[in-house]
């Protein structure tokens, strides 16, 4: 099984421009696993598989994996980033609690386009992020 996601993961790799190094691939399989992590947590996962590993070879990769469209970096009020593998466009729940993020598909496109209209305002990229309280945390 594990060779077959690694055979996926090199694929995705390639057909985003990127050589399939191992720490690459373990990069994007911690990220896959998580659904969303910050720095910190990836990082700790990585080094427990590459111990001569820095986050300056961390933070290299991210950037070229955002640079090529492969993963999306999550800005989240008052705390870390979070990385995610890029797929079709979302919001995000937050909960204010446990700090779980949530995907949730809904049409942005039409909020985005109101408030143009109404306020006669041009929009060059936008992000809703919705706070709140997960249902475990209730």
């Known amino acids: 099984m594990y060779n077959a996601?690694?055979?996926?993961y090199t694929n995705m790799l390639r057909e985003h421009n990127l050589k399939a190094t191992?720490?690459?691939i373990a990069?994007?399989?911690?990220?896959?696993?998580?659904?969303?992590?910050?720095?910190d947590k990836l990082y700790e996962n990585i080094k427990s598989k590459f111990e001569s590993i820095s986050l300056a070879?961390?933070?290299?990769?991210?950037?070229?994996?955002?640079?090529?469209?492969?993963?999306?970096e999550v800005k989240?009020?008052?705390?870390?980033?979070?990385?995610?593998?890029?797929?079709?466009r979302h919001?995000?729940?937050?909960c204010i609690?446990?700090?779980?993020?949530?995907d949730v598909y809904i049409n942005e496109q039409t909020i985005v386009q109101e408030i143009c209209k109404e306020k006669q305002f041009e929009i060059l990229q936008s992000d809703l992020?919705?706070?709140?309280t997960c249902k475990n945390c209730l």
């Open 5 to 8: 996601k690694m055979n996926n």
């Open 22 to 24: 191992p720490q690459r």
């Open 27 to 39: 990069i994007i399989d911690t990220i896959y696993k998580s659904g969303h992590i910050n720095i």
């Open 57 to 72: 070879t961390i933070y290299k990769n991210i950037n070229f994996m955002i640079e090529n469209l492969l993963i999306l």
């Open 76 to 88: 989240l009020p008052n705390q870390k980033a979070v990385y995610e593998i890029v797929k079709e």
């Open 91 to 94: 919001s995000h729940l937050l």
């Open 97 to 102: 609690k446990c700090e779980e993020v949530l």
């Open 129 to 132: 992020i919705i706070l709140g």
